[in-house]
T-cell receptor, first 113, second 113 residues
Framework: DAGVIQSPRHEVTEMGQEVTLRCKPI?????LFWYRQTMMRGLELLIY????????DSGMPEDRFSAKMPNASFSTLKIQPSEPRDSAVYFC???????????FGEGSRLTVL | AQSVTQLGSHVSVSEGALVLLRCNYS??????LFWYVQYPNQGLQLLLK??????LVKGINGFEAEFKKSETSFHLTKPSAHMSDAAEYFC???????????FGSGTQLTVLP
């Protein structure tokens, strides 16, 4: 049974470039979450979707960040333009209907030079 | 609102010794509580969860945790540490309209030979 799939696993880019991170949740899960992990701030919730609809994006740090979920099997997190302080590991997680636990992907490690 | 405090960002134990990782939570609603483990360059893996059933919860790899409402605690224990237990451990509480997870700052467990 496939888990949450994220791509790319590693991304190195230069300041000012657009970055797109991708996530495929577990089939049948109705919630999708995007988290960011840094040494300084730990795990932060950026945004989450329910049935493809964004519910709460209050954790998105700036307007440079945007997320979409065009269908139940795909979500993107976009940063445009990217800055060095965006360097972090970005995790996608999904949750089954009525369940409590989240299932996490392996993460996308972003380095902005 | 909910929050989690993990006491001790680094814990070292000898192989075969008791592992005790501390977690205290705050929640305005009856909480669901979780422990996750993260190995280097990997995502978060669920160790165990409390969702208002038995207060002593058993998880994978020999770990267990006890929910103590009076102490607002959910400490993680393992009777005998193994080298493979070396990892970072996160306590999380769920709350809010979507029962989204709020994570503690993590505890890095080192197992000494």
């Amino acid at each position: 049974d496939a888990g949450v799939i994220q791509s790319p696993r590693h991304e190195v880019t230069e300041m000012g470039q657009e970055v797109t991170l991708r996530c495929k949740p577990i089939s049948g899960h109705d919630y999708l979450f995007w988290y960011r992990q840094t040494m300084m701030r730990g795990l932060e919730l950026l945004i989450y979707f329910n049935n493809n609809v964004p519910i709460d994006d209050s954790g998105m740090p700036e307007d440079r960040f945007s997320a979409k979920m065009p269908n139940a099997s795909f979500s993107t997190l976009k940063i445009q333009p990217s800055e060095p302080r965006d360097s972090a590991v970005y995790f996608c997680a999904s949750r089954a209907p009525g369940a409590g636990e989240l299932f996490f992907g392996e993460g996308s490690r972003l380095t902005v030079l | 609102a909910q929050s989690v405090t993990q006491l001790g960002s680094h814990v070292s134990v000898s192989e075969g010794a008791l592992v005790l990782l501390r977690c205290n939570y705050s929640s305005s609603v009856p909480p669901y509580l979780f422990w996750y483990v993260q190995y280097p360059n990997q995502g978060l893996q669920l160790l165990l969860k409390y969702t208002s059933a038995a207060t002593l919860v058993k998880g994978i790899n020999g770990f267990e945790a006890e929910f103590k409402k009076s102490e607002t605690s959910f400490h993680l224990t393992k009777p005998s540490a193994h080298m493979s237990d070396a990892a970072e451990y996160f306590c999380a509480v769920s709350g809010g309209s979507a029962r989204q997870l709020t994570f503690g700052s993590g505890t890095q467990l080192t197992v000494l030979p």
